[in-house]
């Protein structure tokens, strides 16, 4: 198995990564502080890089990789295909791939550049080891195996299109003069396609459980050669197939489910032991790509689907049949919408809305997907990010599935930032804030489309789901932080002794200590109590997850000139922090999104009460906030 290096910060998308890498590759997941070191004490295969990291620029990474390891593919996790995205890959970066992805692409990319190290890898090798024979066959199994991933990306969904691909794929690489494949029912294995053989015949004829060819397979599960064959029954059956070898398909659990019938080669040429090691090896890979091919078209809507997915994703998602009435309508639907899924679902899908309704008709009758278009629902005055794909059997759609969000807020963000005209701190923020939201979405998108084939793994619905909630909630309290920042709430303003304030807040935090009792000191502002606490309570939660466990955050309130100064430190440095760095920006540098979101938030109440909040970070790692009240004379 390859050694595939995951150089990713987040624990979710790392979560997610592991567990597509695990079944066919070595996935070992690395800090960017410890690449380096790592690579040195072994040489990954192939290594996947996220788009973004807390301390040091993509840029700098990919060039530190190509110094150490110039040949190992490299494959990018990018947010969008802008201009950092265009920059990395003329680097030498192998392959961008952005995020969410569908986990089919993302192996198919996997396995390309597995064949690509293998490839660069066979390079390297001393002419004098290789026979000119050796290296054709290697450069021919490098062909197969890409043609191979190809079939599967545009056909995974549909076996009555891939099995016939893969028997051409087959039938071309060895010359051969025929190929069949039988897949195993209740009564045995019949014939389900073929080149080059006689159909009519071969649809007459069952191997049951009494045929020799059945009891060979079931009890020996390997390769059967006629050539190596003494049994006169099994021989016989062969001759029938007009089949020099059987090449048997096997499920996880060991059951075989069908084989493919090889004819002779039309080269004259024999099966070599190399030829017999090429149809073991693609003997495992389409087990696994079939079976799984099989129970994603059997499963695609399973009731957990919906339950476990549809109504958790923070998205809108409906699931239309073959004549566009709506199936699924899920909760976030309905909110977004503002339809109850009872009027709509067994309806129309103008149910939903004229102008999403007509995009979707145009796409359906264009058998076009849409991926990310933006359209405006004057009904509801809400702009809406929209995609819509299709599931197809047999060339025809039987399903289309529509995903959506509500972006009003992004619009009304990109008109503010034009208004304003700060557009390098906008793009930064669309930056970070994309990398925050599309990680999470990697395990969701990734566990949707697993669900229908692995739903009966233990180890899937367990772990995986943990990843999967796990995310969910991030994602939910980083969408309910963005429009906590975003909205305008009238204060409720009375005079108020800010001390007070101050104690009730501390209650709630052990490690928070004020310094001393206000004494004579005059602590009366005009403030809404409640909002100010929240700010505090904030600022104090980010204080002591910076001291951590044992660590102590001093509070003291002094009067200064006509205000009440509450100054906020902390000695512990275990978030590191620039200390020319504005931290109260959203999505600030070396902060992860819901640390700087709260500091934003604590920033918004403050200065909403038109006090002010300062921050200063020392050398040692000390910091230290000062907020200031207007106090009330009256």
């Not at 009519?200 to 009494?210: G, N």
């Not at 339950?307 to 004549?323: F, H, R």
Request: charged share 25%.
């Amino acid at each position: 198995m390859k050694y595939v290096m995951v150089v990713v910060e987040e624990k979710g998308l790392a979560g997610t990564l592991s567990f597509l890498l695990k079944d066919n590759f070595l996935p070992v997941v690395v800090e960017p502080s410890r690449m380096r070191e790592s690579i040195i004490q072994r040489k990954p295969d192939i290594i996947i890089i996220d788009f973004s990291y807390k301390k040091i620029p993509l840029q700098v990474l990919v060039e530190q990789i190509k110094e150490l390891v110039p040949d190992a593919p490299i494959i990018a996790l990018v947010d969008s295909f802008g201009p950092v995205a265009r920059r990395i890959m003329n680097l030498g970066v192998y392959e961008l791939i952005e995020k969410p992805f569908d986990p089919e692409k993302f192996m198919y990319a996997l396995n390309r550049a597995s064949l690509y190290a293998g490839v660069e890898k066979t390079k390297k090798l001393p002419q004098v080891q290789l026979s000119e024979d050796r290296i054709s066959s290697d450069i021919s199994e490098s062909v197969f195996f890409q043609r191979l991933s190809e079939l599967l990306a545009e056909n995974f969904s549909e076996p009555s299109r891939l099995i016939p691909g893969i028997i051409k794929l087959v039938k071309s690489q060895l010359f051969l003069s025929g190929v069949s494949f039988f897949l195993k029912e209740s009564s045995g294995f019949s014939f389900y396609d073929g080149v080059n053989v006689d159909r009519a015949f071969l649809k007459s004829i069952k191997f049951s459980e009494k045929s020799a060819l059945y009891v060979k397979l079931i009890s020996e599960r390997s390769i059967l050669q006629k050539n190596r064959i003494n049994e006169a029954g099994l021989i016989s059956e062969l001759e029938l197939l007009k089949a020099e070898i059987i090449l048997p398909l096997m499920k996880r659990d060991g059951e075989v489910f069908g084989f493919f019938a090889l004819g002779k080669r039309l080269t004259g040429e024999s099966f070599t032991t190399d030829v017999i090691r090429f149809l073991s090896d693609i003997s495992s890979y389409f087990s696994v790509l079939l079976e799984d091919s099989f129970l994603f078209q059997e499963n695609i809507f399973q009731k957990e689907f919906q339950k476990i997915i549809l109504e958790n994703v923070p998205t809108g998602i409906i699931v239309l049949d073959k004549n566009l009435n709506v199936k699924i309508f899920n909760n976030q639907a309905e909110i977004i919408l503002g339809r109850n899924a009872s009027d709509v679902v067994d309806g129309p899908v103008e149910n939903i809305g004229v102008e999403m309704a007509s995009k979707i008709r145009e796409a359906e009758s264009r058998k076009e997907a849409i991926f990310r278009e933006e359209i405006f629902v004057r009904q509801l005055k809400k702009w809406f990010g929209m995609s819509c794909n299709f599931v197809c059997q047999q060339g025809e759609i039987v399903w289309t599935i529509i995903i959506f969000q509500d972006i009003t807020l992004s619009k009304e963000m990109e008109l503010e930032k034009k208004k304003t005209e700060q557009n390098q701190y906008w793009e930064k923020i669309a930056s970070h804030l994309s990398h925050e939201i599309k990680n999470p979405l990697v395990a969701i998108k990734t566990f949707a489309c697993l669900l229908p084939e692995k739903f009966g793994e233990e180890t899937f619905r367990t772990e995986f789901y943990k990843i999967v909630n796990a995310e969910i909630e991030r994602l939910t309290h980083l969408v309910e932080k963005i429009a906590r920042l975003s909205e305008k709430e009238d204060l409720i303003l009375s005079k108020v002794d800010c001390f007070d304030v101050l104690q009730k807040t501390v209650q709630r935090f052990p490690a928070v200590r004020i310094a001393a009792s206000k004494n004579s000191i005059n602590t009366i502002v005009n403030i809404d109590a409640n909002r100010i606490q929240e700010a505090l309570e904030l600022l104090f939660d980010f204080c002591c997850n910076d001291t951590g466990e044992n660590g102590v955050v001093n509070v003291s309130v002094s009067e200064k000139e006509s205000c009440v100064e509450m100054v906020v430190e902390e000695k512990r440095k275990q978030i590191q922090l620039d200390s020319v760095q504005d931290i109260f920006v959203p999505f600030s540098d070396h902060l992860n999104g819901l640390a700087s979101l709260n500091l934003a938030i604590c920033r918004k109440i403050i200065e909403d009460h038109s006090c002010n909040i300062s921050a200063e970070v020392f050398p040692e790692g000390k910091k230290r906030f000062t907020i200031t009240f207007p106090l009330n004379r009256q």
